[in-house]
């Protein structure tokens, strides 16, 4: 067995050999009749008759069923390359398998011990710069293990952001001088995947400062907290030992350099949907309890859940699971319902009856949309790889091990790909495809009218959805040859599209500290009135008011730029108009992907977010400071939002050119923290009336 996992390694190319069709050495055309053999087989599950266990020939798409006596007769086929091998497949017991004799054949399966071994150690995935043996997943399973590397699933436990959020630190603050120039405190405290003493800065909100209030007023929380949050159940669950409730700090190696890894998600069990997110809530962990039988397998006998009922390399053990096609293994961490967690404040049981805030509810936004049952989230961000012989790349291996240790030839695009393709993925442009920018334009009156629709054409979910500090800023801009047109008024981005600096009315706003010449001050008007949008969950349900639902019918008034400063005072090149809020903005025109992301709020535009309000009123904070949402106007599946949006026209033939952009945080987040952040430009539009 050890020679033929060794084989694995090869790379003789082979042809697809389709489910029924001979292979070179089949026999000749006199033996044909002999080509299909009935077979009886009999399974039993630890020595009683089994009902109901699933029969498969290897390389075959056919299934049968035993009866209540553990039998049924299958036709084989001798010609399959790998040779015939018949397997029984049961939820409570690891594939097996073997060659059938004189017509008949018995599989006896054992049941796999349902308690998860805390002593067994996740399995080292590898990389495609590190596969040398079979103790790591990319040894075989190379085009998957390449897949996987580059996904935000495989940096899910050592992100900057992540980190920061969960100490209240800015990990790109990394010197003592710039730290405290930030407003920061540079403590000794546990550098991130080491468990190790590290100097670092501290800085804003965190997770352990939130939830621990006896620590980070005149030291860090690292080292002392008690109470650590559930960050790490979804974003470090290969923690050994003990799974669920373990701090992110305490993750290290293998769990904190590839986060969310092979073995994490194949020792998933079963997924209940009642329990909290992550492991040891709603993804139940099993690892194996029985010691192995061989040296080579390793010192536990191996088992592995995955979706095939075909595979009995020994080295794998595995057990085939239905969840690894469904959604609901992915809502196992994409959908996160959560209390109130700030210490003194309770919970809007008016808004929230259930008494939790929606965090992550990509789940819920797809089963409550229209492609619910029938394309699963695994549908788009694990499409199909039409080149994949297998999942265990039988491509690249020579044909002597198709069969037992390499498995067998699979239909074209069953086996997919491990990408997660997602808005952070190079593979696919997933944000280019998720929406569609449509603007109708009219000229009446020396004003030009645009109604600008912005439509969610792709996801089975709200866009943009997942962690809640994401949002898309729609920006509006009208030209007449190349001169911007000055807008007179129609909706604007919300506060969220970023400012330096905020005034209302009863400030002076010729006073703007840390002004510079060239930045704009955008004046909006607060008509009163609420805008009537369609959300996600409660903001579309009907269970709100257009007031409840929080997103003020806001106009632009105007703006001018700043031409001097002097001390805190400004001069503008126009009159600011009367209005209720100013925003002090760093740009105005219309940004290409790459571009640093800057403050835009107050210019001719809109915006769509989950806007998470912490009990100072600050809005758009992480979740774990969120005491309310005050909007959700995020696009549910194949919705549509239009806005409309006025200028002064002067020019025979002006231009309207829109933009949809794409941001991971709140600007202010990213500047405090120092995280590293570009304008996504997702799509575009260009007029003439």
Not at 113 to 127: A, C, L, R
Request: hydrophobic share 35%; aromatic share 6%; proline share 7%.
């Amino acid at each position: 067995m050890i020679v033929l996992l060794l084989a694995c390694n090869g790379t003789t190319e082979h042809p697809l050999i389709e489910s029924g069709t001979p292979t070179d050495s089949a026999p000749t055309d006199s033996a044909e009749a002999e080509r299909y053999q009935e077979v009886v087989v009999t399974v039993t599950l630890d020595g009683a008759p089994l009902e109901g266990a699933t029969i498969s020939q290897g390389g075959r798409e056919d299934r049968w069923t035993t009866d209540s006596t553990g039998q049924v007769t299958i036709t084989t086929d001798t010609w399959m390359a790998g040779g015939t091998v018949v397997m029984a497949s049961h939820p409570e017991a690891r594939i097996q398998g073997g060659g059938p004799s004189d017509g008949a054949i018995s599989l006896a399966l054992v049941r796999t011990v349902d308690v998860d071994n805390t002593d067994f150690p996740f399995q080292d995935p590898g990389t495609p710069d590190d596969n040398g043996n079979a103790s790591k997943c990319a040894h075989c399973h190379i085009t998957i293990n390449a897949d996987w590397a580059d996904t935000p699933h495989a940096e899910a436990a050592r992100g900057v952001p992540l980190h920061d959020l969960y100490a209240g630190a800015a990990g790109a603050l990394s010197d003592a001088t710039s730290c405290e120039d930030a407003g920061g405190q540079w403590w000794t405290g546990i550098g991130p995947g080491t468990a190790a003493a590290a100097d670092r800065c501290y800085l804003g909100d965190g997770v352990l400062p939130l939830l621990n209030t006896d620590c980070g007023e005149t030291a860090p929380c690292d080292d002392v907290a008690t109470e650590v949050g559930d960050c790490a159940d979804c974003h470090a669950p290969g923690i050994d030992g003990t799974v669920g409730g373990r701090g992110l700090l305490e993750a290290t190696g293998l769990s904190y350099d590839y986060g969310i890894h092979c073995d994490v998600c194949h020792k998933v069990e079963s997924v209940d949907l009642t329990q909290p997110a992550g492991v040891g809530g709603r993804l139940r962990i099993l690892r194996p309890t029985e010691v192995s039988t061989s040296s080579g397998l390793g010192e536990w006998m191996p088992l592995t859940f995955g979706p095939y009922d075909d595979v009995i390399n020994p080295r794998m053990g595995s057990v085939a699971r239905e969840h690894f096609s469904s959604a609901d293994f992915c809502a196992g961490c994409h959908q996160h319902d959560q209390a109130v967690l700030v210490p003194g404040v309770s919970i809007d049981t008016d808004r929230w009856p259930d008494g939790v805030l929606p965090v992550h509810s990509t789940f819920e936004e797809w089963s409550q949309g229209p492609f619910a049952d029938e394309a699963p989230c695994q549908s788009c961000h694990m499409p199909p790889d039409p080149d994949a012989g297998n999942s265990s790349d039988i491509d690249q291996m020579a044909e002597s091990v198709v069969g037992i240790t390499g498995g067998w030839w699979r239909p074209p695009g069953q086996v997919r790909r491990h990408t997660w393709t997602g808005p952070r993925s190079d593979i696919a442009d997933m944000l280019g495809l998720a929406a569609t920018l449509t603007v109708e334009v009219a000229v009446a009156d020396d004003t030009l009218t645009a109604d600008v629709t912005v439509r969610n054409i792709g996801p089975g979910h709200a866009l943009p959805t997942g962690e809640p500090m994401r949002s898309m800023v729609l920006l509006v801009e009208a030209t007449c040859e190349g001169t911007p047109l000055t807008p007179t008024g129609g909706a604007v981005v919300p506060d969220f599209g970023g400012y330096a600096d905020m005034q209302d009315a009863s400030a002076d706003w010729g006073i703007w500290p840390g002004a510079q010449v060239g930045q704009r001050i955008q004046v909006i008007r607060q008509t009163g009135g609420y805008i009537d949008y369609t959300g996600p969950g409660r903001f579309g349900d009907g269970s709100f008011t257009p007031e409840q639902r929080g997103m003020p019918a806001d106009e632009i008034a105007g703006g001018a730029t700043i031409t001097a400063v002097d001390g805190d005072a400004v001069t503008f090149d126009a009159p600011l108009p009367a209005g209720d809020i100013a925003y002090r903005i760093t740009h105005t025109a219309l940004p290409a992907s790459g571009d640093a992301v800057a403050s835009r709020a107050g210019l001719p535009g809109f915006g769509f977010a989950r806007v998470m309000v912490g009990a100072d009123g600050t809005r758009m904070v992480p979740h774990f400071a969120a005491v309310d949402v005050a909007s959700d106007n995020r696009l549910p599946p194949q919705s549509t939002f239009t806005s409309q949006h006025t200028f002064a026209v002067d020019c025979a033939v002006p231009v309207l050119e829109a933009a949809l952009l794409y941001r991971s945080y709140p600007l202010y987040l990213s500047e405090q923290r120092g995280w590293e952040m570009t304008e996504r430009v997702m799509t575009t539009a260009k007029v003439q009336p």
